[in-house]
Every structure is written in structure tokens, then in C-alpha cells.
């Protein structure tokens, strides 16, 4: 109260504006190289696009078109393969950050061990993550292949596995699960790495057993990261696209066309921009929807 | 006892991801004649680098490799020169932009691709920049910023303030103290930076796809997707070799960062 009191007021004096002007001009100046192309070709095309998703924008040149109010939403929750879309999303961006963080728990809590071989773990538990998507796609097509692939060689059995209404949904997800635990593993590792060694020893000390220690030092500690980790993937599951349009191009009849490639095919195989756009626009609610629900369940959660 | 179930779940995790790869590499190994034998096994019967050769010849995939390197440099080099006056004012600067950009590093993570790429390719259309590799250029560069921006600017953040301040108090100008201060601290930040992007413009497929209609102009991720088709088995050996070929850049990549990564690059990416 006294030391607010007593501060002196801070005075706008000329020379102290001037200073704070100079300040600005430097940062823009330093910022427009960034900036420009930013705007240009991110903020100006997304807004764009929110406009676009109001309008009945086809492909092609030189097409006019006009404002059709929420037409494009409507069509789309009127078509069936729409709703199949978001649900095969929904299903495989939950399954496979759901599967992605608890193996990847696992394997951070192995690697994090005085272990034998963690060296050559590490290393292998990075090599996904260096893949280009399109490699980790055909990879897995070499694997599901129903002649020359290795999972019926190894299972015994004669199953068209991208081919099968059945199993192609597991089989995009095992691949996803693959290709998603380095990174999630990495984070989390990184993660176990930061609790303070002296919790563990406190917890020992008061007669805690390794589950004890985990349910009570390492889960709580590593919540933060675990939190920021799932919402990444999750966000980034749902907006997959490459690894699974290389794999099975949605097929078949549709069962694996999530969200992203269903926009895809609306936009550059049918050319229709604006109802494409409404989709993304859909999308991006939805996400957010989702992200929000969970992050202030967390925050109420850590606050309580 | 809880040391050898360890040792197990340990293995268990690597044969889960060493598998596909070792399935890669036997692939790309195997003579037509095997590939199209109805029992396949791990070890070839008679290894054979033909593939290897074959996946040369085949389909123009030299070509798309060049044109994949002009595009990776020359995206990576354009996003770091602009990314990096614009990382140190993030870094130093403290004021409204700077953190109205560091929100839109994290803001862009978040929107479908749809939105901005239907967008984005009627403006390259208006450009005509549709078909060229200037085109996905630009694409990369705009979709590599953000990220880039938020490494260097942790860069940045790295580098002492004090040492800038006290080349200040040697008389040296803000221009001469970044120049001659700053600069050689920041050189490994900058080339983490350069490979990340070109790595995620070489790896890049989907913006790809969007602007680059002809095969004649199309990068090696395109050229790859391509390969695979009703043909047969036939091909599935070229195919791995050439997989296996596109994959050694990133490879190199992560084996100069690995130390990096272990050490929290990417921990303070969530902490944030």
C-alpha cells in the first residue's frame, strides 16, 4: 500500500514518448519481413476462407459467385457421408492419442530406467518421427499388403486388411499409434526428467511403493506436460491427412476418410471451394469445442 | 524380477517399432521373382540392390529428388531470413506485437488446413504460381514460419542480455552489437532452424499435392505416392528402395539434433 504511494508517478514526459515510439518503429521494422508474407498468405487467405464457407465457390477460373448464407452448412448436415466423415475422425483422432500417450507412458517410463540397451531404445524410438509421412504410409502398405505383406505372414491368415470393412479402421490406427509415439514418448520422457529426484526420495523415505510413487509424484508432476502433449495430438490426429490418404485414400467406401481428406475431395476432386470451406469452418468449431471442454476440465481440476 | 519384466516390455516396444522398418529394408532387398512368391520372409533369398538401381531409372524420381532440394532450400533459407529480424524483436522487444505473434505461432497449430489452403491457391492462381515450384515455395515458407519463429526466437531468448548490453556500453551501435554479439551465439540456433524447415518442406506432401498438377514439376513425396497403383508386385521393390532413399535426409536430421531433443528442445515446446 505505502510502497504504491510512495513510487513516483510515472510521467509521459516527451522525451520517454519519443523513446517508446523509437521502440515501436523497431519492432515493426524488424517484424515486417515476417509479417508481410504472414498476412498475405496465412491471416488474409484464413479469413478469406471463413467468408468463402457463406459463399457457393466452385473451382475454375474466373467464376463468380454469390453469398448463400448458411445453405453450405445445411447441405452438409444433410449429407450422410459428411457425418460418417466426423465420426471415423472421432474415432481414430480418440483412439490414437488415447493409445499414443499410454504407450508412450510406457516407454518413457522404460527408457527413463537405468536400462540396459536404452541407448539403442532411444535412438529406434526416434526413427518414426524422422519418417516423411508418405514413406510411413507406403511402409505400411508394404506391411497390410494381402499377398506380399508380413502381417499374414506372421498371423497365418489371408486378410485384404486395407480392403476389409472390418479391420481397415484398426489397421490406420495401429499405423497412426506407430508413427505418433516418438514424439508424445520424447515429450513425456522429457517430462519424467524434470520431476525433482528429491520427491522420489521423500516418498521412498515415507514408505511409498513404486505404484504409490507413481499414482502420487510422477502423474501429478507430469500432468502439465501430459495435458499440453494429448491436446497437440489430438488436434493434430484429427487434421491428419498424408498418412492415411497414401494408405488407403479413404477407402474403402469411405470407412477410413476422415475429416481432412473428405475436404480434400470436396475441394480439388469436386472443385466445391465454398462447401469445402463450411466443412473446414465445421472442423475448426468442432476442434476448439473439444480442446476448450477439455483444457478448463484440467484447469478446474488443478485449481480444485 | 521387475528388472527382467522391463527387459521384456523394452523389447516388446522394439520389435513394435522396429518391425515395418525391418519390412521396409527386406522389401526393398527382394528380387521381382520373390516379391511375388505367395509366402513371404524376412531374410531375401537372394539380396540384391537391383531395386535400388531400378528406383533410379523408374518414373523420373531423380528429378523429383532435385526439384525436392531446390524447394527445401529454398524454403529453408527464406524462412529463416525472415523469421529472424522478427524472432529477435519477439525475444527483446516486449510490446503488443510481439505477443500478438507469439498467439498466432500458437493459434496457427490449431486451424484445419482447408480453410487457408482453398484460399491460398486462388491467390497462387491470380499469381499464376499454380504448376511451379515458386508456388510450393511460398506455401512451405508461410506454413514453416510460425514454428521457425518460436524456435529462433527461444534462440534468442538464450543468448545473455547483458553481453548485448555491454558491447552497448564499448560504444557499439544496436545494428554492430547484433552483428558482432549476437550473431555467432545464435549460428547453431539458426542451423537447427534451417534444418527443421527444410526437412519439413522436404518431407512436406499435402500443400504439394494441392499445387502441383503435372508430374513434370511434382516433388519426390508426390513421385512416391504415385508409384504404388493396380500394377503388382512387381514394383514394390523399387518402391521400398526409393522409400528408403527419401527417408536419408531426415535421418540426418535427427541424428545431428538427437542430443538436442533428449536435452528438452521440444519438453519447452509444451512448457512453454
Same mark, same amino acid.
Given at each position: 500500500m505505502t510502497a504504491t504511494a510512495t513510487r513516483p508517478p510515472k510521467q509521459d514526459t516527451p522525451a520517454r514518448r519519443a523513446a517508446r515510439g523509437k521502440q515501436a518503429r523497431d519492432t515493426l521494422v524488424l517484424m515486417l519481413p515476417a509479417l508481410v508474407p504472414v498476412l498475405l498468405f496465412s491471416v488474409g487467405p484464413l479469413l478469406y476462407g471463413m467468408a468463402l464457407a457463406f459463399t457457393d465457390a466452385k473451382a475454375g477460373r474466373n467464376v463468380t459467385y454469390s453469398f448463400i448464407g448458411f445453405d453450405n452448412f445445411t447441405r452438409l448436415f444433410e449429407d450422410s457421408d459428411f457425418w460418417q466423415s466426423m465420426l471415423v475422425g472421432l474415432i481414430w483422432a480418440v483412439s490414437v492419442t488415447v493409445l499414443t500417450f499410454l504407450l508412450g507412458l510406457g516407454l518413457a517410463l522404460l527408457l527413463n530406467e537405468k536400462l540396459r540397451f536404452r541407448g539403442v531404445g532411444r535412438v529406434l524410438a526416434v526413427v518414426p518421427w524422422a519418417m516423411p509421412p508418405v514413406v510411413i504410409g507406403l511402409m505400411w502398405r508394404l506391411v497390410y499388403h #494381402?499377398? #506380399?505383406?508380413i502381417l499374414n505372414g506372421i498371423l497365418g491368415t489371408e486378410i485384404d486388411w486395407l480392403a476389409d470393412f472390418t479391420f481397415v479402421l484398426p489397421a490406420i490406427i495401429l499405423m497412426g499409434v506407430w508413427s505418433g509415439m516418438p514424439q508424445t514418448t520424447v515429450v513425456l520422457l522429457a517430462g519424467l526428467q524434470n520431476v525433482p529426484a528429491e520427491l522420489y526420495e521423500a516418498g521412498k523415505i515415507d514408505g511409498a511403493g513404486t505404484w504409490q510413487r507413481f499414482r502420487n509424484i510422477t502423474l501429478p508432476q507430469l500432468k502439465p506436460v501430459i495435458v499440453a502433449i494429448t491436446s497437440l495430438d489430438f488436434v493434430w490426429n484429427f487434421n491428419q491427412f498424408t498418412l492415411v490418404y497414401v494408405l488407403t485414400q479413404g477407402g474403402p467406401g469411405g470407412r477410413t476418410r476422415l475429416p481432412m481428406l473428405f475436404a480434400y475431395e470436396e475441394a480439388f476432386r469436386y472443385g466445391r471451394f465454398g462447401s469445402a470451406a463450411a466443412f473446414g469452418l465445421t472442423i475448426m468449431v468442432v476442434v476448439l469445442a473439444l480442446l476448450g471442454v477439455y483444457l478448463w476440465r484440467q484447469m478446474r481440476e488443478a485449481s480444485s | 524380477m521387475k528388472r527382467f519384466s522391463q527387459y521384456v516390455a523394452l523389447a516388446a516396444y522394439m520389435v513394435f517399432l522396429a518391425f515395418p522398418l525391418a519390412w521396409l529394408l527386406s522389401t526393398a532387398l527382394k528380387t521381382p521373382r520373390e516379391m511375388a512368391s505367395?509366402? $513371404?520372409?524376412?531374410? $531375401?533369398d537372394d539380396p540384391t540392390l537391383a531395386n535400388f538401381t531400378a528406383a533410379f531409372t523408374e518414373q523420373d524420381l531423380v528429378g523429383a529428388a532435385v526439384r525436392s532440394l531446390i524447394v527445401a532450400l529454398a524454403s529453408a533459407l527464406l524462412t529463416v531470413v525472415l523469421a529472424l529480424p522478427a524472432a529477435y524483436a519477439m525475444a527483446r522487444i516486449r510490446g503488443a506485437l510481439s505477443r500478438v505473434a507469439t498467439g498466432w505461432v500458437l493459434v496457427s497449430q490449431v486451424f484445419p488446413f482447408i480453410l487457408i489452403i482453398i484460399p491460398l491457391f486462388m491467390v497462387l492462381r491470380n499469381l499464376e504460381l499454380t504448376n511451379t515450384l515458386a508456388g510450393v515455395v511460398v506455401v512451405h515458407v508461410t506454413f514453416t514460419l510460425p514454428f521457425a519463429l518460436w524456435m529462433l526466437q527461444g534462440y534468442v531468448r538464450a543468448v545473455p542480455r547483458e553481453l548485448e548490453e555491454a558491447a552497448a556500453v564499448d560504444g557499439a551501435g544496436r545494428l554492430r552489437s547484433i552483428v558482432s554479439v549476437v550473431a555467432p551465439l545464435l549460428a547453431p540456433g539458426v542451423v537447427a532452424t534451417l534444418l527443421f524447415s527444410f526437412i519439413s518442406s522436404w518431407n512436406e506432401f499435402l500443400f504439394a499435392l494441392v499445387v502441383l498438377k503435372d508430374p513434370d514439376v511434382m516433388t519426390l513425396p508426390l513421385m512416391l505416392a504415385r508409384f504404388t497403383g493396380p500394377e503388382g508386385v512387381a514394383r514394390l521393390g523399387p518402391l521400398a528402395a526409393a522409400s528408403l532413399m527419401a527417408t536419408i535426409p531426415s535421418l540426418i536430421f535427427f541424428a545431428i539434433i538427437q542430443r538436442r531433443l533428449k536435452s528438452g528442445l521440444m519438453a519447452g515446446a509444451v512448457k512453454g
Open positions: #494381402a499377398d #506380399a505383406g | 505367395t509366402d $513371404p520372409a524376412w531374410i $531375401p
